[in-house]
T-cell receptor, first 114, second 112 residues
Framework: DAGVTQSPTHLIKTRGQQVTLRCSPK?????VSWYQQALGQGPQFIFQ???????QRGNFPDRFSGHQFPNYSSELNVNALLLGDSALYLC?????????????FGNGTRLTVT | AQSVSQHNHHVILSEAASLELGCNYS??????LFWYVQYPGQHLQLLLK??????LVKGIKGFEAEFIKSKFSFNLRKPSVQWSDTAEYFC??????????FGAGTTVTVRA
């Protein structure tokens, strides 16, 4: 089962640095969404990519940016890292941007900012 | 924008006990409702979903949820839990903006 794969699984960065996280969607899916899950909280929506464009965005600063490639894989970039960016970053894929399209999640990338 | 509230942060119960997790949302329009589960060390998985029709929906592993529109609620239930149901459970709502909003989650610990 070609589920959602994310890399790396863990990452440690220093304040002010930049980080890139990667995601390959489930086979057959063309839409990728990114979520941030802080400790003890539910996932918070960052943005969604479809047809290589950002379609929706949550309440995250411009330091958070992304990209989707022609093969539907995606990257999440965070610039000027802050301690508060430490979290589990989840990628989820779906088919299309329909409201009733269930999301399939990856295992996440654990980012620690020191 | 919609928001989701889960009533319990941590629930501890014994095997064979019944489980009910509360979820309320705030959103005036049409919603799609979901329950996700995250077992220790695993990714978030869809337990069940409600789009329309029968407000009582059945999901995997014996779980069910009831949508009560008048109460803006979507509570999750299981008549008899097993040790393997130990996990974190998230209620989620998708409104007209198509963004999926999650509650803070409820940790369920089932004692053998």
């Amino acid at each position: 089962d070609a589920g959602v794969t994310q890399s790396p699984t863990h990452l440690i960065k220093t304040r002010g640095q930049q980080v890139t996280l990667r995601c390959s969607p489930k086979s057959g899916h063309d839409t990728v969404s990114w979520y941030q899950q802080a400790l003890g909280q539910g996932p918070q929506f960052i943005f969604q990519y479809y047809e290589e464009e950002e379609r929706q965005r949550g309440n995250f600063p411009d330091r958070f940016s992304g990209h989707q490639f022609p093969n539907y894989s995606s990257e999440l970039n965070v610039n000027a890292l802050l301690l508060g960016d430490s979290a589990l970053y989840l990628c989820a894929s779906s088919w299309g941007t329909f409201r009733n399209s269930p999301l399939h999640f990856g295992n996440g990338t654990r980012l620690t900012v020191t | 924008a919609q928001s989701v509230s889960q009533h319990n942060h941590h629930v501890i119960l014994s095997e064979a006990a019944s489980l009910e997790l509360g979820c309320n949302y705030s959103y005036g329009g049409t919603v799609n409702l979901f329950w996700y589960v995250q077992y220790p060390g695993q990714h978030l998985q869809l337990l069940l979903k409600y789009f329309s029709g029968d407000p009582l929906v059945k999901g995997i592993k014996g779980f069910e949820a009831e949508f009560i529109k008048s109460k803006f609620s979507f509570n999750l239930r299981k008549p008899s839990v097993q040790w393997s149901d130990t996990a974190e459970y998230f209620c989620a709502v998708k409104g007209n903006d198509y963004k999926l909003s999650f509650g803070a989650g409820t940790t369920v610990t089932v004692r053998a």
